[in-house]
């Protein structure tokens, strides 16, 4: 009964920012870690950013010094700070948690996506 809401995308010059806010419910492991995928047309999804429940961070090569992520524990909510978006950004983004729980289930879930669009 997890759920994962994102919002925050749209259209976008280049050069522009955009925030993304991704809404967690429901039975969501502690230590968990959080991040941000995203896939353009005929494309892989690729990993942009994570976050664990301890705040440790990791960024795709490609979105170092431009994109920040954060979590809001209390709001359970996750977020991805985008500035000078480029063309090559555009994609639709990807909410996603899991987590291995006590007893080493591995548990994965996913928002529906928000579609993040630059123009150039």
């Known amino acids: 009964q997890v759920q994962l809401v994102e919002s925050g995308g749209g259209l976008v010059q280049a050069g522009g920012s955009l925030r993304l806010s991704c809404a967690a419910s429901?039975?969501?492991?502690?230590?968990?870690?959080m991040g941000w995928y995203r896939q353009a047309p005929g494309q892989p999804r690729e990993l942009v950013a994570t976050?664990?429940?301890?705040?440790?961070?990791e960024y795709a090569d490609s979105v170092k010094g431009r994109f920040t992520i954060s979590r809001d524990g209390a709001k359970n909510t996750l977020y991805l700070q985008m500035n000078s978006l480029k063309p090559d950004d555009a994609a639709v983004y990807y909410c996603?948690?899991?987590?291995?729980?006590?007893?080493?289930?591995?548990?994965?879930?996913w928002g529906q996506g928000t579609q993040v669009t630059v123009s150039s």
């Open positions: 976050i664990t429940s301890s705040g440790s961070t």
């Open positions: 996603n948690v899991h987590w291995i729980s006590l007893s080493r289930v591995s548990y994965a879930y």
């Open positions: 429901g039975s969501i492991g502690r230590d968990n870690t």
